[in-house]
């Protein structure tokens, strides 16, 4: 788990969720940063996906809702 938040403390970012299990001999990890730039959380993603025993990193971007008016 530090190694993951390696990636984010070296640039400064402060995740508001982080939550780690260890299941079988793997580790499941959920993070959330906001704030991120999409070319920095995608190179982070790449840098994650080279850790050892990390079979898979996704990534989710989350946009602000539009607000509709009903007449």
Known sequence: MP?????FAKR???????HGDVVDEGLVVDV???G???GVA?????CLREL?????VLTATKR????????
């Open 36 to 38: 991120v730039e999409e």
């Open 52 to 56: 050892v025993y990390v079979e898979r």
């Open 12 to 18: 400064g970012l402060v995740p508001s969720r982080f």
């Open 42 to 46: 995608d190179h982070i993603a790449v």
């Open 3 to 7: 190694r993951v938040l390696e990636f």
């Open 64 to 71: 602000p809702a539009v607000q509709v008016q009903l007449r």
């Open 32 to 34: 959330h940063v906001g």
